[in-house]
């Protein structure tokens, strides 16, 4: 249960503000149809974020546990300095909208956007440092779901009003805490 709640507060924190976040307030704001619009960040983000959970389960069967547990803890320690860089959406991403609807749209684009992101990232890292994928990936897209289905339906109003600076100080924090935790041995109960 700790996987998944880990995974839900940090990448709720994390996406606050994140490239992706924009991109629903973007497609909030064109299209106006929030539930094909939430229906595709769901699709996109579980299918992203499940493909970064294998990817990082994969990871602890290649690394042997010292050299895992040192890459893990370096990942979240970047991911905190990483999450101290505002994101701005590109306009390519946006433009993919226009040729496959609202829902496919807002796949296409999420997935895209999310290929690389500090919130794919990190799915890897947790994935790689908890025991259960599973419950990483529900929580990490739980988290982008918190973040992002009020940014669908309240848009600019919503993001004007939420101090950007302390969510993004208490993630990098979060991720700090899970690094520092994790080179000081903390996951020796999950075999690294």
């Avoid at 998944?4 to 994390?14: P, Q």
């Avoid at 595709?40 to 970064?52: C, D, E, R, S, Y």
């Avoid at 991911?79 to 807002?106: C, H, Q, Y």
């Avoid at 940014?151 to 969510?167: N, Q, S």
Wanted: proline share 4%; net charge neutral; no cysteine.
């Amino acid at each position: 249960m700790e996987a998944f709640l880990v995974s839900t507060g940090i990448v709720t924190l994390a996406e606050i503000g994140d490239k992706t976040q924009l991109l629903a307030f973007l497609l909030a704001a064109r299209f106006k149809r929030p539930v094909p619009i939430i229906a595709g960040i769901l699709v996109a983000t579980l299918f992203n974020h499940g493909i970064a959970g294998a990817l990082g389960t994969w990871i602890t069967t290649v690394l042997g546990p010292d050299v895992l547990r040192w890459v893990l803890g370096l990942s979240f320690l970047g991911m905190a300095g990483w999450t101290l860089i505002p994101d701005k959406i590109e306009e390519e991403e946006a433009k993919i909208a226009s040729r496959f609807g609202v829902f496919g749209a807002t796949l296409v684009t999420f997935f895209l956007a999310e290929m690389g992101d500090k919130t794919q990232v990190a799915t890897v890292a947790m994935a790689a440092h908890y025991t259960s994928p599973l419950l990483v990936v529900a929580g990490t897209t739980l988290g982008m779901l918190i973040a992002d289905v009020p940014a669908v339906f309240v848009g600019d109003k919503l993001a004007k009003k939420i101090p950007m600076k302390p969510v993004h100080i208490t993630a990098a924090a979060l991720f700090a805490l899970l690094g520092v935790m994790t080179l000081l041995g903390a996951g020796k109960g999950f075999g690294f």
